[in-house]
């Protein structure tokens, strides 16, 4: 997406970035919680390298 979150996520899980955006997504919808988890997720991309 735009941070770069999937791509990151998906290399340290070994998933496909495709299933993560559709996750985050779902997350969006269902739940709501997608769009705060992506933000901490690039907080934590950010800080870790």
């Given at each position: 997406?735009?941070?770069?979150?999937?791509?990151?996520?998906?290399?340290?899980l070994?998933?496909?970035?495709?299933?993560?955006?559709?996750a985050?997504?779902?997350?969006?919808?269902?739940f709501?919680?997608?769009?705060?988890?992506y933000l901490i997720?690039w907080?934590v991309?950010?800080?870790?390298?």
């Amino acid at each position: 997406m735009i941070l770069g979150v999937s791509e990151w996520l998906g290399g340290k899980l070994g998933w496909k970035v495709s299933h993560i955006r559709i996750a985050f997504v779902v997350g969006v919808l269902v739940f709501g919680v997608g769009i705060g988890l992506y933000l901490i997720l690039w907080l934590v991309k950010l800080f870790s390298k």
